[in-house]
Antibody, heavy 123, light 108 residues
Framework: QLQLKESGPGLVKPSETLSVTCTVS??????????WVWIRQSPGKGLEWIGS???????YYNPSLKSRVTISVDTSKNQFSLKVSSVTAADTAVYYC???????????????WGQGTPVTVSS | ETVLTQSPGTLSLSPGERATLSCRAS???????LAWYQQKPGQAPRLLIY???TRATGIPDRFSASGSGTDFTLTISRLEPEDFAVYYC?????????FGPGTKVHIK
């Protein structure tokens, strides 16, 4: 059974860089069948797609966050990571990782999710 | 950039009733890459529907969905107590990825 688990700092100071990692178990991240995805949810708010990465490093980012976001993959550790630079209180959220399945023209989004890791931006 | 609008914002219903949720996109959703999720407090969202009308693995058949282009609908035929939650629609696919604001279905 595929499992995803986020790990993060919990608390980040304004203007610093937030880093969160997703560890994948029960399956390989090194597959052309999947995109690996970051989503966040601010307190009491809806869901926001941050970006997606393919095993070969191909990335897609939310245009509203693109200038501050970097997503990378480490196939040797079966992990993918998110960095958000120059954070403000608006970046306070629960950060989720998830997996999209690609089969030709068929795409199944976010069938697997991590439990989420809360990150607070505060001095 | 496509914007998704969901209506109503809140739905007050009783167990056993039928729920009809709407999702409208500001532009046509390509390849019907439209999904629906259920989220309960303190939990990650759960995929219900993808491809506008295909139930995800393990989703009961009381959940159904339809639509194409810019107008989509999620129907819960008979609400069970565990169905009271927030429901999100989502356009997905490469850089065209966005969620709607959600519809909260709560017990009347």
């Amino acid at each position: 059974q595929l499992q995803l688990k986020e790990s993060g700092p919990g608390l980040v100071k304004p203007s610093e860089t937030l880093s969160v990692t997703c560890t994948v178990s029960g399956g390989s991240i090194n597959s052309g069948s999947y995109y690996w995805v970051w989503i966040r949810q601010s307190p009491g708010k809806g869901l926001e797609w941050i970006g997606s990465i393919y095993y070969n490093g191909e990335t897609y980012y939310n245009p509203s966050l693109k200038s501050r976001v970097t997503i990378s993959v480490d196939t040797s550790k079966n992990q993918f990571s998110l960095k958000v630079s120059s954070v403000t209180a608006a970046d306070t959220a629960v950060y989720y990782c998830a997996r999209d399945l690609i089969e030709g023209a068929r795409r199944i989004p976010r069938e697997y999710w991590g439990q989420g890791t809360p990150v607070t931006v505060s001095s | 950039e496509t914007v998704l609008t969901q209506s109503p914002g809140t739905l007050s219903l009783s167990p056993g009733e039928r729920a009809t949720l709407s999702c409208r996109a500001s532009q046509s959703v390509s390849s019907n890459y439209l999904a629906w999720y259920q989220q309960k407090p303190g939990q990650a969202p759960r995929l219900l529907i993808y491809g506008a009308s295909t139930r995800a693995t393990g989703i009961p058949d009381r959940f159904s969905a339809s639509g194409s282009g810019t107008d989509f609908t999620l129907t819960i035929s008979r609400l069970e107590p565990e169905d009271f939650a927030v429901y999100y629609c989502q356009q997905y696919g490469y850089s065209r990825d966005a969620f709607g604001p959600g519809t909260k279905v709560h017990i009347k």
